[in-house]
């Protein structure tokens, strides 16, 4: 069964204080690793994929990461407009269907 | 206009009441799923299909049924709703492999509250 643990549950940063969340998964034949940014009350909104160890995407003041056991989504200089949850899924060979299991997010709060 | 869209968007109804909440998407994308979010709990898989003929339960389908209308439609009904189905509702397409890239595309959520 795949597994995914979002860590911090919550974090508090002040403007421009960079910081990292942490997605550690368990799966079997990994294909693919996601991360959304939801924002409260709306559906989550796609901001990367990763699909092999070392691999590295950016985007404005986000860069992804991954590795065998985890991945990182780190945050550099963030503004308050960053402030959301953040989610991973992963999409492994499990029961031959590809359907993501997603991690209960990380809630980032960043203060000006 | 929004690629994945879902009515209604907010809902109150009681307890025993039968009610449908739809999803409608212009991606083309074969796959279609429905979730719903909790606070704490992230988001649980209800009910996926890969195509119009193929429907499967997810880890959390009892006290829900869906119909795949058409490509672009997917509906999820409550027949009997009680409160603990109060959460937030999502629906969301992908496409099937080969079709494009594997990510999900998530509708703006349908906030469901039985009383």
């Known amino acids: 069964e795949d597994q995914v643990t979002q860590s911090p549950e919550a974090l508090r940063l002040q403007e421009g204080e960079s910081s990292s969340l942490n997605c550690s998964y368990t799966v079997s034949g990994l294909r693919g690793l996601f991360w959304y940014r939801q924002d409260p009350g709306k559906g989550p909104e796609f901001l990367f994929t990763l699909y092999s160890a070392g691999e590295e995407k950016e985007k404005e003041r986000l860069k992804a990461t991954l590795t065998k056991k985890e991945s990182f989504l780190h945050i550099t200089a963030p503004k308050p407009e960053d402030s959301a949850t953040y989610l991973c899924a992963v999409r492994g060979l499990s029961g031959g269907s590809y359907i993501p299991t997603f991690g209960r997010g990380t809630s980032l709060i960043v203060h000006p | 206009d929004a690629d994945v869209t879902q009515t209604p968007r907010n809902r109150i109804t009681k307890t025993g009441k039968r009610i449908m909440l739809e999803c409608s998407q212009t991606k083309g994308h074969d796959r279609m799923y429905w979730y719903r979010q909790d606070p704490g709990l992230g988001l649980r898989l209800i009910y996926y299909?890969?195509?119009?003929?193929?429907?499967n339960k997810g880890e959390i389908s009892d006290g829900y049924s869906v119909s795949r209308q058409a490509q672009a439609k997917f509906s999820l009904s409550l027949e009997s709703a009680i409160p603990n189905q109060t959460a937030l509702y999502f629906c969301a397409t992908s496409p099937s492999p080969g079709q494009g890239a594997p990510e999900q595309y998530f509708g703006p959520g349908t906030r469901l509250t039985v009383t």
């Open positions: 299909s890969f195509d119009v003929k193929d429907i």
